[in-house]
């Protein structure tokens, strides 16, 4: 049974790639190479370059493979750029993955995996960590256009012989610990990227995005979680569409928040490198700390965390960027 991977030129895509490569499934790629790269498919994997909101390119792929199960991680992740530009998110993020569920209801695909978000909650009351049972309320266009898509999902499933699983990833970092992928976007926001940037000098400073929220330090706190635990979740929530009828929106992370201020000292620390860290002001669509209820994806599908180290997480982050400079160098 062979498994379509949109999004699998990108970050966390191409470590799905591998897990299902690995467990030796067959595997089918369909990206536009927007901000992947081809070289992050491994040639055992199938690419195909393409829009997922194109029928004439999704739909033959679906029929060609006789996909039985999608994996949809395609789509546009910056929470700031969401704020800028509303309609692009709700085009690529949510249209066009209509357009995709269309065609997989009209393939008879029987499993959609989507990647959602903690952005769906907002900022949730209060600092305990949050289940997914609280009110979704996103601060930012990508929060919304990650909700919509939840919203039609269900919808869809409802009416159609498919099953779905929601992940709501909190904040994924890190790279492959056998270094066979990573985050390689060069102009990539995440924390923990710009972080191992600054430490090896690919950029001269870094700046921490408010100062002046109410927590101990007053910097934002996030859930980090390690790709390489996340992937595993996507399988097991493969498995467990493949063998039950039950369909699961389920939280990804660990349960352990950590402020911007300890990431950077994280990376300090593990790199030896004393990098320049500049205070600046709040950045737009930031909830000030949000961190995960992870005990619904632990009974439902059994997930145990292997990584749940955020020395490990940097530690695996700095290798990757590393190994992409001297790539790059070649
Ligand atoms: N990185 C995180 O912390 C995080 C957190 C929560 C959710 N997510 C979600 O996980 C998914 C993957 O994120 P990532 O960090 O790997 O991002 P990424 O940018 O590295 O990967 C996205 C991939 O999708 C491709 N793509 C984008 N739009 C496309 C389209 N219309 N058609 C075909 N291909 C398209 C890009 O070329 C890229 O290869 C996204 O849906 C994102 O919203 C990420
Ligand atoms: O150079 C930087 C980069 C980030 N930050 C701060 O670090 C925190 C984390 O920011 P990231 O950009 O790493 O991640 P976000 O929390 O904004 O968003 C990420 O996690 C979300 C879920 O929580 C979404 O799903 C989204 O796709 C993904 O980008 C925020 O407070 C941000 O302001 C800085 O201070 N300096």
Redesign the pocket.
Known sequence: MTVLVTGGAGYIGSHMVWRLLDAGEEVVVADRLSTGFDWAVPPEANLNIGDIGDPDFIGPLLKRHDIQSVFHFAGS????ESVTDPLGYYLNNTVKSRALMEACVKAGVSHFIFS????VYGTPDGMAPVAESAPASPESP??TS?LMTEIMLRDAAAAHPLRYACL??????GADPNGRTGQSTPNA???????TQAALNKRPF?????TDYGTPDG?????YIHVTDLVEAHYLALQHLRSSEENLVANCGYGRGRS?LE??DMVKQVSGSDFEVKL?E??P???VS?VANSDLIKDRLGWTPQYDDLEKIVGNALSWEAALERRNRK
């Not at 992740?77 to 700031?80: K, S, T």
């Not at 926001?189 to 972080?195: C, D, G, M, Q």
């Open positions: 992740i910056v929470v700031p959602s978000t903690a952005a990508y929060g990650k709501r990833y909190f904040n994924v970092a926001t995440h924390l923990i990227k710009v972080a870094m700046e921490v995005f408010g910097t934002c706190i996030r859930d911007v990431v950077i600046a709040r950045r669509g930031d909830a949000i």
